[in-house]
Each structure stands twice: as C-alpha cells, then as structure tokens.
C-alpha cells in the first residue's frame, strides 16, 4: 500500500459508435511500463452530473412492502426483477430524476421528504463510465395503474422486505442496483 501508484495515461480517444443515450469509444491507454491497451472500450452515457452520475434506481416502498418490476431484458435473454430505474437528464436534481422514473416506470409517487438516498453504485467500473445514485421511496401512492410503457417491462408485483431479501439471496433478483437496494433497505430496517 505504501507504493505510489503510477497512473495510465489515455493517448487517444477514438468514437466508434453512438446513438441517443450513449457514446462508444476505443481509448488508447498506457500504463507503467511497457503496457498499452490500444482499443479499451469505454461507454459514456451522454448525460452526466456531477461524481459520473449518470442514472437512478429508487426502490419503492408502500403499506410495508417493496416495488419490483418485471422487465424483459434483450442482452440477457431474460426477464429480471428490478427496481424503477433509468438514466439523469440533463441539469435535473438527482433525487428530481428518482421521481420521474418512479413515476414514469411505476406510476407511483412519493414525498419529496420521503425521499432518501441510499448511497452511489457502479454499474461496471471497467467499462462504463457511469454510477448510479440509488434511492429509498418511503410512503409511495399510485396515482395511475401500472401501465409498462418501455420496451419489455411486463409488470410491478410487490414483495415484503422477507422476500425480497430471500429472492436476493437465491439469485432471484441479479440486477446490481436492486441487489444492493435490497440488502441496504434490510440493514436499514434492521437498526
């Protein structure tokens, strides 16, 4: 530890794709040494705040039980549980984008006092340049009937935190954000 770490430096940044959510780039590195990396891929959504952050996730909370979605996603070939979640616009408060998604994905909302952050994620520290800022939504209402709007969100089913945690535990529930909404709520009602 007592080591200095000696930084990698990026040569060139070249833009091999793009659309509208994020841009795709081969960055050039080299590090101590002889090493180089001439195409490490690096994904940039384009809206950022400040600290990378780039999306929310916000777990729903109401009469004592916790919102999850089932979305169908392409990638994997599967459907997950997941929390509303979804990327910052730009110049929104962050806590303002949780509000919108929950909103936008489940149909609820929640007091803005009721609101609370539960810290910051990474999604993939090696590849995307992002972070999420996670929420707990306390005290949510619906005002509208879940109506999945997004390509391949199927539903919201509603889970007591015993669940939800047994779910997280056997791997029923993978998304990271979820996952670490989930053991964050069961610690934070557990003190």
């Known amino acids: ?13 070249k833009r091999i794709a ?11 590195l080299a590090g101590p040494g002889e090493n180089e990396v001439p195409t490490y891929l690096v994904v940039a959504p384009k809206a950022a705040h400040e ?12 009469d004592g039980r916790l919102g999850l979605l089932r979305v169908y996603r392409h990638a994997i070939g599967a459907v997950t549980l ?3 979640r979804g990327f910052v616009e730009s110049g929104e408060p962050d806590a303002a984008s949780a509000m919108r998604e929950l ?6 909302v929640v007091a803005p006092e ?24 306390h005290q949510c209402r619906r005002v509208r ?4 709007e997004e390509l391949g969100h199927r539903g919201l089913e509603w889970f007591t935190p015993a669940q939800a945690l047994a ?8 998304d990271p954000s979820t996952l670490l909404l989930v053991y964050r709520y069961a610690l934070e009602i557990a003190r």
Do not use: C, W
């Open 114 to 137: 009721d609101l609370q952050s539960a810290g910051f994620m990474t999604p993939e520290g090696s590849l995307l340049a992002a972070r999420v800022h996670l929420f707990f939504a």
């Open 167 to 174: 779910m997280a535990a056997a791997s029923e529930i993978q």
């Open 18 to 28: 793009e659309n509208q959510v994020f841009d795709v780039y081969f960055d050039h």
């Open 82 to 84: 997941e929390v509303p």
């Open 51 to 62: 600290n990378l952050v780039t999306g929310v996730g916000v777990l729903p909370e109401m």
């Open 145 to 148: 009937s879940y109506a999945p």
């Open 1 to 13: 530890m007592g080591e200095k770490t000696k930084r990698v430096v990026t040569l060139a940044r």
């Open 103 to 108: 909103d936008e994905e489940a149909g609820l």
